[in-house]
Each structure stands twice: as C-alpha cells, then as structure tokens.
C-alpha cells in the first residue's frame, strides 16, 4: 500500500481490511484483538498513527515510530503473547514530519487457527470494519478446519450393525458396474467396508457412517445431523409467492440423500432432450458440473457444525453452501490443482463411484462444465467457516461467430443515441444492454455480478439509458420485465 492508496482508504466510509489506531506514544491493547481478527479471517492493514472521530480521520503520527514499530514487531514474531508467530509486513509514511507505521497481517491458513493472544477466549475475527470476540462454536470450527483429515477418520461407538444393508448393496451395485475387474467385487461386506475405511478395529469409523448409516445411528452419533434442500420460486425469499415451494431435510445417509437430491437437480437445469440424465463420464458436461458440485458439498461439509450443508434453488441460479472453510484460497486450489478433502473417506467412497475429482480438477470440471452451455462461470466465494458455490441457471447463448446475443443490436442502439443526442455511452452501458436482451427479466443484482460492478453503479446506467429512450421498464419491479427500444 503506497501513500495515495493509504489517503484512498482514509476517505471511505467503511472497510474490512484496515484498521487505524492513534499509538501516539504506545502500542493500544487494542491492537492485539485486530491482529487476531485480521489473522482468522481475510488480512488486513493496521495503521498507527492515525485517530478517528466518528466519520472523520486524522494524522497524528508517532511519537516514537522506531522502538514502536521494533516492539510491535517483535511481540508478534517471538510466539510469546499469541499462541502463533503472527509474520507481518511494515512500512512507514512521513505526512509533513508526522510519522505514520502501517502494518499488513495477513489470514493464517486453516491448519494453523484460531489465532489468538493470552488465551483462547481471545479469539477474534472481523465483521464488517470492527473486530469482535468469537463464540465458541466458530472456535470450534476453526479447530476442525485445523485437523482437516482427521474427524472422518475418528471412530464412532457404532458397529456394522448400525449401517443401513439397503445402501450397502446398492453401492456395491455401483461398484461393481464401474469396477466390473476389481478385487473388491469377491470380498464379503464386512471385508469390503474394512477396505473402505468404513471398519477399524470392529467399529465404524464417522465418515463411514456418514455414508453408509442408519438414521437411528447417525442421530445419535451426530445430533445435528441433516443436509437442508429447498426451491425457492423467485429470485429471492421476498419476491417468491412463499418462502419455499419444496423443502427435503434429509437425515438419510449421505449417500441414499446424493441419489434424492440428484435428480430432483436434473429438473433444474436444461438438459437438450436427446441425452439421457444419468451418472455418466459421457454426461453433458453441465450436468457433470451440477454433480460434482453436489459431491462437492457432500465430501467436504463439515458435519460436525451447528449448520446443515444446504443447495437453494432460485429461479436465475443454484446455491450449495458448504459449512466448513476451503483448506486454501480458490485460487491457489486451481491454480495448483491442490487437493485436499475434509472428509478423505468420505472421498475416497465417492471416487471409488467415479463421480468425484481431487479438489482442484473438481472445481475446474464445475468452471469449465458450466461455462459449456450456460456461457457464464459459477462464483465461489467463502469465509473462514463456510464456502458457498453458485450456478447462474438464465443461459447467455452465443451467436455463431460467438459474439453474445445482443451484440450487433446494441451496437445499433447506442450509435442511434450517440448520432441523435451526441451522448457518449461506456462500455458499462454496453454490457447492460446484451445482458438484457439476453434475459428481459433479469435484475440489476445479476447484472452487477456478471459485468463485476456495484448494483448501485448498474442503477445508475439504467437510469441513464431510460434518460435517452433506450430502455423501458415493463411492469412493476417484482414481476416486470425490460424492453430494448430500437
């Protein structure tokens, strides 16, 4: 961060990535809380120097910025005060002989948080521009995250007798269709399900169960146990007729819920009608996408939170919402292929089915499958306790040369206005006008996502294009829909 980006973000109103404190003669034990928090969740800047009073802000320096910045430094560095050694990045800035030291902490990865200072109970994480002290059940989380091959593995008080035979035979069906040659395919079901993992030592192990349990077993080991489904007829809970048209809270075994929720999601998503849905490699390859997603969630929930997994269908997109955190930033998974499961058992009776990828190839088959046939990406996005994945279902069909829909007639609407008004239009603009004649009913959230704008800024070039004759609102807000005037 340089000195311009420094007054930039002294003048916003609000940010989640920075932090001023005045430290005029001393380090503020307040400090220690924003270490923590930056630490847990995504980074940030904590900048000495600097008071606020109410909206306002103002440089005040340091009095002694050497020995602040070495003690500040060093407390963090030397693994006395905070459970981890806390790596920061310093650098110092001199506005008219005021000193001002700016610190960058950056988000530990999973497998070393919570990151906290004294004692647990200091465990910190940042919501919106402040920090606040973490409950308990995000400590836990944190914990989990940290043992991230380890709790499916752990062994439950359940013995074979406490696993459901139907599932049982209906995955080894499976795998013996997938596997016609494999060794497996001879062994007799307790061998079988020791192969797996699913066995230790006479007891079943919690990712075994998981898959393969009896709902009596699974709410007794597990009592918040449940994978939430819903479909929802809108866009959003508030322009829906009722708050849900369908809901499946499963307590089934995760794998008996993979089969109920699978080809309700056919349904979702358009399917050319020549090709058969099934679980296929030779699937179309959004339908690929659509189930390695699902898969996704299954293997990698954390179970153990006081938050089912849950997948929301709306009208223009589907939502899987995964309760437990990715082990790294998604762009380090893709970029490295990096493959790390929360549930490696769990994984492993997925794969042996042929319908899970590593981590990282899973998530380039839900990208690239998507962008197949719907022309658009799913957006990932995520916390320290969760991830979310979501598919844009309103198409973006491409003409042959590839252009999107819209193009040449936007082109044609804008050099109309231009010529008559001698307005100047952006490419903002430009981008509005091919989503809507793409989708008339698509709203200005959406736009926003797709183009990578606010809502706000996409408000205001409607409002702009409504100015000039260009578009047209048909209806009301809810329900409506827009009309392109040539």
């Known amino acids: 961060m340089n000195k311009d980006e420094l007054i930039k973000k002294l003048e916003d109103i609000e940010w989640e990535d920075f932090e001023v404190k005045e430290a005029k003669s001393e380090i503020p034990k307040s400090s220690w809380e924003t270490v923590s928090a930056f630490s847990n969740t995504a980074g940030g800047w904590l900048i000495f ?30 693994g006395t005060k905070f459970n981890k050694k806390v790596d920061v990045k310093s650098k110092k800035y001199n506005f008219k002989g005021k000193v001002v030291l700016a610190f960058y902490i950056p988000q530990k990865s999973a497998r070393e948080k919570p990151i906290y200072f004294n004692s647990q109970k200091n465990t910190f994480i940042r919501t919106g521009s402040g920090d606040q002290r973490a409950r308990q059940e995000e400590i836990d989380s944190f914990f989990r995250a940290s043992s991230f091959e380890e709790k499916d593995k752990d062994l439950s008080n359940c013995t074979i007798s406490d696993l459901d035979e139907e599932t049982i035979k209906r995955y080894r069906n499976m795998f013996a269709q997938v596997n016609p040659g494999h060794r497996y ?57 009722t708050r849900y048209n369908y809901r499946l809270l499963s307590e089934r075994n995760i794998l008996l819920t993979f089969f109920d929720i699978y080809e309700r999601l056919l349904r979702k998503i358009e399917i050319p009608f020549s090709v058969k ?30 938050t089912f997994p849950r997948i929301r269908i709306f009208t223009n997109r589907i939502e899987f919402f995964n309760p437990g955190a990715l082990p790294k930033k998604i762009d380090i998974i893709l970029k490295e292929d990096f493959s790390m499961p929360r549930n490696p058992i769990i994984a492993k009776i997925f794969r042996f089915l042929k319908l899970a990828e590593d981590m990282g190839t899973g998530f380039h088959k839900m990208i690239n499958g998507w962008l197949w046939f719907y022309q658009i990406k799913p957006e990932i996005t995520g916390d320290f306790d969760y991830y979310k994945i979501t598919f844009p279902t309103i198409r973006v069909t491409t003409q042959k040369a590839g252009e999107k829909v819209g193009k040449k007639v936007t082109k044609e609407v804008i050099g109309q206005v231009r010529r008559k008004f001698g307005e100047k239009f952006g490419e903002s603009s430009e981008k509005i006008l091919e989503i809507i004649l793409a989708n008339k009913n698509v709203s200005a959230q959406e736009i926003a996502k797709q183009i990578g704008i606010s809502s706000r800024a996409v408000e205001k070039q409607i409002a702009k294009l409504k100015k000039y004759g260009v578009l047209k609102r048909i209806g009301p807000d809810k329900g409506g829909y827009w009309e392109v005037i040539r």
């Open 277 to 306: 849905r099934g679980i296929r490699d030779d699937d179309p390859p959004h339908v690929q996408a659509i189930r390695e997603a699902l898969v996704n969630m299954l293997m990698h929930s954390d179970y153990f939170s006081l």
């Open 185 to 241: 395919n001879s062994l007799d079901n307790k061998t079988f399900l020791e192969k797996l993992k699913v066995i230790r030592d006479g007891k079943i192990t919690f990712g075994g169960l998981l898959v393969f349990g009896n709902e009596n077993a699974l709410a007794d080991e597990i009592p918040n146990y449940g994978i939430d489904y819903i479909e929802i007829n809108g866009t959003s809970y508030e322009d829906a007729p």
């Open 49 to 78: 120097g600097i008071s606020k009073k109410g909206k306002s802000y103002d440089i005040t320096g340091v009095s002694n910025p050497e020995k602040i910045e070495q003690d500040f430094t060093t407390t963090l560095r030397n």
